[in-house]
């Protein structure tokens, strides 16, 4: 049975000097003469900042895993608010919803949050109790502003936000199921890092289809789908990043640069440029499909973690989460 439950949010506002620690710099030029201006905002009452997304106003949601918080950031004037969403939470994964909320796979109380964009009044709807350990990873809204979302330990599941209906399911091959995406063409698909794939969900019947990537246990570990209908998947054991076409079915992958590179995040912009994160190399990585080019972004502090990325035009954002800071990385188009 569905629980729900609200929470009167513990809310802190902070003002401008959450810009903590501000440092820019410049990358080198793309092809085409473009370049890009990175900056680092230090978010400190952000314990392990994880998922971040575009919150639709100029700011931006960000993921405190550490200490149960969800956080608004106005990188215009730098004030921060915090949301705390509950005892026990440790937020994972953080999506704009249809309503314009934000809405949270809550892995600490294994349920799915809601916060109100406008009051930040937190609801939660919690998994059936014989779910307990699902382990909550990422969510996506598919065209019909059902939720869909992955828990690591095995479990792929939906959510209804106007019927609170939540269903549960064991996903094929058991643990895994991490990033979660949704193509242009309405199709809900998501990767499978302790299962080596990637998988379509039928949206109708919730029936999976398990698809093989070519590099055997490749550790798929997160899923973008660009504008043509490719899923974009960052490869954690073998360094690759790979695009599945879903028209034509056929794969194509790349190795990123350096000494054993290890993919994490993937995002893909509104031009299809593709963005990682190398551990390894500790470093966001852009790649563009068209030239087959890298462009790298270290840190410039050890241990950034940057686990997930998002953005919007012009501009791609990451939570360092060993550093409790987001990075933006801005392309500037030549004159």
Known sequence: MLRRSFLRLGLATLSAPALIGRAAATGAPAPGGAKFTVTYFDVPQIRGSRDVTDAGDGTLWVCGQRNGTLGRFDPRSGQLKVVELGQGAAPH????????????????QNAIARV???????????????????????????????????????????????????????????????????????EVWYAS????????????????????????????????????????????????????????????????PGEKPR????????????????????????????????????????????RQMDGRSGEAWGGESGNDRLVRIQTVQPA
């Open 116 to 186: 109100d964009d406008k009051t930040h009044e937190v609801a939660l709807f919690r998994l059936p109790a014989e779910r307990a350990k699902a382990n909550l990873n990422t969510g996506v809204f598919d065209k019909a502003g059902i939720l869909w979302f992955t828990g690591q330990n095995g479990v792929i599941g939906r959510f209804d936000p106007k019927t609170e209906k939540m269903e549960v399911w064991d996903a094929p091959r058991g643990r895994g199921a991490y990033g979660i995406t949704l193509t242009p063409s309405g």
């Open 193 to 256: 890092l302790a299962g080596n794939h990637i998988a379509r969900i039928d949206t109708g019947t919730a029936n999976v289809t398990v698809v093989e990537p070519p590099t055997p246990g490749q550790g798929a570990r997160r899923a973008w789908s660009d504008s043509k209908n490719r899923i974009w998947v960052s490869e954690w054991n073998s360094g690759n990043v790979s695009a599945y076409d879903t028209l034509s079915q056929s794969w194509k992958t790349w190795k990123l």
């Open 93 to 108: 994964g953080v999506i704009r919803g249809p309503d314009g909320a934000a809405w949270v796979t809550e892995g600490g």
């Open 263 to 306: 993919a994490y995040s993937v995002y893909v912009d509104d031009a299809d440029k593709v963005w990682l994160t190398d551990f390894t190399a500790n470093a966001i990585v852009q790649f563009d499909p068209v030239t087959e080019a890298f462009n790298s972004f270290p840190s410039d502090k050890p241990g950034a973690n940057v």
